[in-house]
Nanobody, 116 residues
Framework: QVQVVESGGGLVHPGGPLRLSCAVY????????TGWHREAQGKERELVAT???????GYADAVKGRFTITRDNVSKTVYLQMNNLNAKNTGVYYC??????????WGQGTQVTVAS
């Protein structure tokens, strides 16, 4: 049983920062990749950033240089530091933890709203 829990969403002004957390609970081994995805209203869910068990990271072009994904393998928590936010970053952010077997687990999502 694996549970993924996101937190840290909220309302932020344009240009402001926000940090999201993704905690993974349960039976997950040390080899797992985590991705943050964003779903804007009326649009498909899209990948924002990923990080492997070795710390290799990947980012969508739109967030490169502004977002940073990190992980703590001891606490099984992945963070997404988001800086210089704009309205296009608004949406529900979901965390997806994927085991080495390929099985993935989604969290319930956390809402991020960037508005004046």
């Amino acid at each position: 049983q694996v549970q993924v829990v996101e937190s840290g969403g909220g309302l932020v002004h344009p240009g402001g920062p926000l940090r999201l957390s993704c905690a993974v609970y349960g039976n997950i081994d040390s080899i797992w990749t985590t991705g943050w995805h964003r779903e804007a209203q009326g649009k498909e869910r899209e990948l924002v950033a990923t990080i492997t068990e070795r710390g290799n990271t990947g980012y969508a072009d739109a967030v490169k240089g502004r977002f940073t994904i990190t992980r703590d393998n001891v606490s099984k928590t992945v963070y997404l530091q988001m800086n210089n936010l704009n309205a296009k970053n608004t949406g529900v952010y979901y965390c997806n933890a994927v085991k080495a077997t390929g099985r993935g687990y989604w969290g319930q999502g956390t809402q991020v709203t960037v508005a004046s």
